[in-house]
């Protein structure tokens, strides 16, 4: 299982991210990225090459 966080203390809500995921996981909460529980991430890394601020971190479970 794959887990998704991202710190809202750095994301800058470009939504880049959640434009690139091809699952869904992210979406975008009081204009900053958010990890969807519901979404499957298939470790595709597509958000962490595109996210300016490095703010997202992927990690198996």
């Given at each position: 299982m794959i887990m998704v966080s991202v710190n809202a203390e750095t994301c800058d809500?470009?939504?880049?991210?959640?434009?690139?995921?091809?699952?869904e996981v992210l979406q975008m909460?009081?204009?900053k990225s958010t990890a969807?529980?519901?979404?499957e991430c298939d470790n595709c890394e597509s958000c962490l090459s595109?996210?300016?601020?490095?703010s997202i971190t992927i990690t198996e479970i």
């Open positions: 809500g470009c939504e880049e991210c959640v434009d690139i995921c091809p699952n909460t009081d204009g969807d529980a519901g979404g595109v996210c300016p601020s490095d």
